[in-house]
């Protein structure tokens, strides 16, 4: 996805979001040259030992403020970020027809 819940809070909180592609390690740098429509967000991935430690040096490399995490895990039991990092949470709601529930009951 080229946006996530982590942009969606930088953008209704006026925050500014940084383009993280430069400063991209490994197997996240191969993400962005695989979709470049990626910009002003860090891909999730699989977080194998591997992707961890890439992340977490992209991360750290990145110049920003603050670290906005929209993934559904806590990159802070993951990762040691090297400034604030505060974790955005989401909620699926279902608007109009058909819903989970309607393409379920056909399975």
Do not use: H
Not at 64 to 91: F, Q
Not at 94 to 104: E, F, K, Q, S, W
């Amino acid at each position: 996805m080229s946006y996530g819940a982590g942009a969606i809070a930088v953008k209704r909180l006026k925050g500014r979001l940084v383009d993280p592609r430069r400063y991209a390690v490994g197997s996240i740098s191969f993400v962005y040259k695989k979709f470049p429509q990626l910009k002003n967000i860090l891909p999730a991935m699989g977080y194998g030992a591997t992707q961890i430690q890439e992340l977490e040096e992209t991360v750290n490399k990145v110049p920003c403020d603050v670290i906005v995490s929209g993934t559904p895990i806590d990159l802070s039991r993951v990762i040691t970020a090297n400034k604030p990092m505060v974790r955005v949470r989401y909620e699926l709601q279902a608007i109009g027809r058909p819903d989970l529930a309607d393409v379920l009951d056909r399975v």
